[in-house]
Structure formats: structure tokens, C-alpha cells
């Protein structure tokens, strides 16, 4: 794992933070190839939990900055990084697993809520909006990757 870490580190890339861990299948944008078995990936599914995370220390700032104060538990603020303007990309396959003999804590986690037609569509329209904000974001970070190396 502290190679994998490194090689993140050795590749300064303009993120806050790097997910190490998540707890639904992680789905969204390729940035950036670490090494032949890993890869960074901007979800643009929130891929839940807060098991791991490699933050740099302008993301620190950036986060105090952005979410000082999170209105939301602090999984689902850091899963809509894209929202708050932050780059948390995860890396693919995750190197921290939540330990499943331990019961959460969070009342009705898993349970499904019935949702009205008007909270479908707000759901629809932010997948919507989540899948394109993540897509600009991916693009401005490999241009910006691209500019290191060529440098």
C-alpha cells in the first residue's frame, strides 16, 4: 500500500484528496494510470464510506475552506466533492476495505426509501449534473497532467 501511496504522491496531480476506499462499485472517469494493476478514477457514482483517504495539505485547506461546516454527513459531503469544488478521485482496485464484522452505526443505512415523482426527477437531474461536472473535471486534470509532463 505505500508503494501505491507513493506513486500518487509522485505523480502531482491536482488533487485534494484520494479515496482509498469505497463501499459500492466505483464507476466514472480514468485520470490518471499509477501503475499496471492501479488506477485513479473521478466517480462519478458516489461510491460511499469514509474508510481512507490520502488528503493533501492544500486539499486540508481547500476543504476548511469549502466545507468548514458540512450540512450532510461528512460520507455523503465528501461523495459530492463535485458539488463543494473539490477533486477527490478514488484509486481502482481500493487498498483500505471496511471491516464488515463491525455494525454501523448509521440508523436505517441500507434500508430503500420510497421517493415521489418530484424527487425523482431532482435525483435524475443531479446524476445528470454529477456526470457532467465530473467529465469537465477529468478533462481539466489530464490537461493540466499533460502540461507537467511536457514540462
Request: proline share 5%; charged share 25%; net charge positive.
Amino acid at each position: 500500500m505505500t508503494r501505491i501511496i507513493q506513486e500518487i504522491i509522485k505523480k502531482n496531480l491536482p488533487f485534494d484528496a484520494v479515496r482509498l476506499s469505497a463501499l459500492c462499485p466505483i464507476k466514472g472517469k480514468d485520470i490518471a494510470k499509477i501503475t499496471d494493476n492501479y488506477t485513479l478514477i473521478l466517480p462519478n457514482k458516489n461510491p460511499s464510506g469514509t474508510q481512507g483517504y490520502l488528503v493533501s495539505l492544500k486539499g486540508v485547506e481547500r476543504m476548511l475552506e469549502k466545507i468548514s461546516i458540512p450540512k450532510l454527513p461528512i460520507d455523503t459531503t465528501l461523495d459530492y466533492y463535485w458539488k463543494n469544488g473539490l477533486c477527490i478521485p478514488i484509486i481502482s482496485p481500493t487498498l483500505v476495505a471496511e471491516n464488515s464484522s463491525i455494525c454501523s452505526s448509521i440508523d436505517q443505512r441500507f434500508k430503500i426509501k420510497k421517493r415521489n415523482f418530484i424527487q425523482h426527477i431532482n435525483r435524475v437531474i443531479e446524476a445528470k449534473r454529477r456526470k457532467i461536472t465530473v467529465f469537465l473535471m477529468s478533462e481539466i486534470i489530464r490537461i493540466r497532467y499533460k502540461n507537467l509532463i511536457n514540462k
